[in-house]
């Protein structure tokens, strides 16, 4: 949609904040995934909560130490949720998901001991995990070379947000 800013009200919203949206009050609290500062809303209605967390995961060592807000999270819980609408990969598993941090270690390993080229793969919204790759590549003295349109958008918009750190060269 072309100018799309002219179109729709855009508001900005932060951790803690919240918004009016007729009789509805809309809360935001923080919560971990590989995009940086993801937000779960809950939506106070008359008949009750509704909470939505997108996709998230509880990271006990996330990459940017923000932590979710299990302690909002449990406070709806107290008060009554009316409808959760919630999504965490492998949440059906038992047992954790690993931090990333513990990921960072692998990459690491990968990227001094491969005698040839790396080739990497990842999700371009995962903005940590490229992090890790970019920070690997130059440790081991790496060049780095970037494939597809979404992962340069995705790159080229965090770096101006300073959610990556890109060396020179």
């Known amino acids: ?3 799309i800013e002219n179109k729709v009200k855009l508001k900005v919203v932060s951790p803690g904040g919240n918004i009016k949206a007729g009789k509805m009050k809309i809360e ?3 919560v971990n995934h590989s995009i940086p500062d993801c937000l779960g809303v809950a939506i106070q209605t008359p008949q009750g909560y509704v909470v ?3 996709d998230f995961k509880i990271d006990q060592t ?3 130490r ?3 807000d299990v302690g909002r999270m449990t406070d709806y819980g107290k008060k009554g949720v009316l409808c959760l609408l919630s999504d965490s990969t492998n949440a059906e598993v038992p047992g954790t998901t690993p931090s990333e941090k513990e990921t960072e270690a ?3 390993d990968v ?3 491969a005698p040839g080229r790396v080739i990497v793969s990842t999700y371009a919204s995962n903005v940590y995990r490229i992090q890790q790759v970019i920070d690997s590549a130059a440790e081991s003295n790496r060049k780095l070379a970037i494939v597809g349109d979404s992962m340069k958008k995705v790159i080229e918009i965090s770096q101006r947000l300073n959610y990556l750190r890109v060396p020179k060269g």
């Open 28 to 30: 935001f609290f923080r």
């Open 106 to 108: 692998g990459i690491k």
């Open 111 to 113: 990227f001094r001991d």
């Open 52 to 54: 939505y967390t997108g």
């Open 62 to 64: 996330p990459p940017d």
């Open 1 to 3: 949609m072309k100018n």
């Open 66 to 68: 923000k932590f979710s």
